[in-house]
């Protein structure tokens, strides 16, 4: 793959080095510079980059110092990997970075990789969207250190009483349980908490609202979790045939089947 010079943010996905895609791969294994978030990202991913780059970690770094970095190596007419956890785009900072970039004028592009909140789904069986249950997936956090807008503080969120993925919030399990207890749900609702999602170290916590704080201070889990919540996080679903979607409904016909026009 010959890659140009300009900054590549490349989701790695959650941490099984093999959830990458497949041109990340092909841009890890050809980029001149590889600029990796060493907390969140496998080594052994990393160590697929090619002989000649330089691989270095991210975390001693701030914003200016890896900008400077990576447009040293642009304006030097090198092609950088800046290798991001999960997908770029979600809590990945991003935007700071194109923005200093921008300035400087040096080209970048986003290649997309699998986030946590479906590695997390796809470990705990779930689907998300499940028919005449919930047709909707929030992706959110709990208010910490980042302040969050007063319209999405999560006792708002969870007014929809929809599926709620929550980022970054494993360490405020309290406050994610009065929130959602306030906008009206039940102490039994499903919870689903997963751990390093795909790493070999990967923790499952099943849990109910009214128990998440407890459990997840059990487990000693306090960070690197994805806490998924609501009904399509019920384990029992699998074993009821309650839900089916319209999409393969003997009767039902669409666009694909029939050639018709149809929007799903
Ligand atoms: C800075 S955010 C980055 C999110 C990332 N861009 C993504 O798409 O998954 C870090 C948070 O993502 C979640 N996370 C990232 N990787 C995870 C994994 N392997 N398992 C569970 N949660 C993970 C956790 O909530 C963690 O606190």
Redesign the pocket.
Known sequence: MELKPRVYMV?AG??DPDLITVKGQNILMNADLVLYADS?VSEQLISRAGSHARVLPSSGMDLEQMVEVMAEAVLAGNSVARV??????????ILEQMVLLKQRGIPYEIVP?????F??AAVLGAELTVPDLTQTVILT?AEGRTPVPEREKLRALASHHCTVA?????ALAEQVVKEFTEAGWSKDTPVAV??????PD?TIVRTTLGRLDRDLRQAGIR?????LAGWALDPGLVDRDEHRSRLYDKSFTHGCRTGLAADD
């Open positions: 989701g959650p941490g969140l991001h956890t999960g997908d770029p785009a979600v809590y990945g900072a990789g699998v986030s946590s909140v590695a997390a956090r929550l980022f970054l919030s494993a997963v751990q390093r999602a795909t790493w990967q960070m690197h979790a994805m806490i």
